[in-house]
């Protein structure tokens, strides 16, 4: 893959982000803006250190001599989305930590949703999280391969997916 491929699917990711970000137009903070309020938890894939003591970093690219891995650009994506999420939509929004396995991530995405205090009285509410978005960067070598992959496990979910 060529550092021009490369550049382009990091830009695509951005986009896409840019794109989920500006979802609403002007409703930010709105009582009729579908994400305010909602508890999103976000879960950088990859970036973990293994049981055996190395990182897993997903895809690599080198971009001008310096390797880029799908770790860190998820980890960007999240930081990202995470102010924007929070300062424009009034989304609630937790952030998985960087454990060793995804189920790991995920468990501790749900006990950072229900530890959440929303409504002023001191304790957790114990609320489940409205959503989890894992974000993952995957690559190819075809060039003319450009696509996106949503997995849901609800019917309902359908739609947002």
Request: hydrophobic share 40%.
């Amino acid at each position: 893959m060529t550092k021009v491929d490369s550049m382009r699917k990091i830009f695509v990711s951005f986009a896409a982000l840019a794109l989920l970000a500006t979802i609403g137009g002007g409703m930010a903070f709105a009582t009729d803006n579908p994400l305010h309020g909602k508890i999103i938890a976000l879960d950088a894939g990859h970036g973990e250190v293994a049981d055996n003591g190395t990182m897993v970093n997903g895809a690599t690219n080198m971009i001008d001599g310096i390797l880029v891995t799908e770790a860190e650009v998820n980890w960007d994506v999240v930081q990202a989305l995470e102010t924007k999420l929070k300062n424009t939509y009034g989304t609630h929004v937790v952030v998985a930590e960087r454990l060793s396995s995804r189920k790991d991530r995920v468990n501790d995405a749900i006990a950072k949703c229900a530890a959440l205090d929303l409504d002023g009285v001191v304790g957790a509410d114990n609320r489940k999280c409205d959503a989890l978005v894992s974000v993952h960067h995957n690559g190819s070598t075809d060039h003319g391969y450009d696509g996106t992959l949503v997995i849901y496990n609800e019917k309902k979910d359908k739609p947002l997916a």
